[in-house]
């Protein structure tokens, strides 16, 4: 199982931060994603980072605002949220990639890894 925590109302220009963790298997060794679905949209793809955390990847509209870590000893990923916008408004969601990296993490299927049920970030003042 993999459940994320955080999120919650936040101003404009706020700031926040979700937690990605897992239960019955590590994420020790795995690439992780955010993906974010907006009222009435597709889902996202936000940012990724490699197990190793050598590698970490943004889509454009968040990249300089958004942070993504990883505390493996907490077997835990964190997406850390700054100067957010109206825009941002959505549930998010962690995925647990099967492989160790973030290859086409951005191409969404309900299949691929282990998805966590979200965790709504709503954006308003």
């Known amino acids: 199982q993999v459940a994320e925590s955080g999120g919650g109302l936040v101003q404009p220009g706020g700031s926040t931060t979700l937690s990605c963790t897992t239960a019955?298997?590590?994420?020790?060794?795995?690439?992780v994603a955010w993906f974010r679905q907006a009222p009435g949209k597709g889902h996202e793809g936000v940012s990724c980072?490699?197990?190793?955390?050598?590698?970490?990847d943004y889509t454009d509209p968040v990249k300089g605002r958004f942070a993504i870590s990883r505390d493996n000893a907490k077997n835990s990923v964190y997406l850390r949220m700054d100067s957010l916008k109206l825009e941002d408004t959505g549930r998010y969601y962690c995925?647990?990639?099967?492989?160790?990296?973030?290859?086409?993490?951005?191409?969404?299927?309900?299949?691929?890894?282990?998805w966590g049920q979200g965790t709504q970030v709503t954006v308003s003042s």
């Open positions: 980072i490699t197990s190793n955390s050598e590698i970490t």
């Open positions: 995925l647990v990639l099967g492989t160790p990296g973030c290859n086409n993490y951005r191409d969404y299927s309900p299949n691929r890894g282990h």
């Open positions: 019955g298997f590590t994420l020790e060794s795995l690439g």
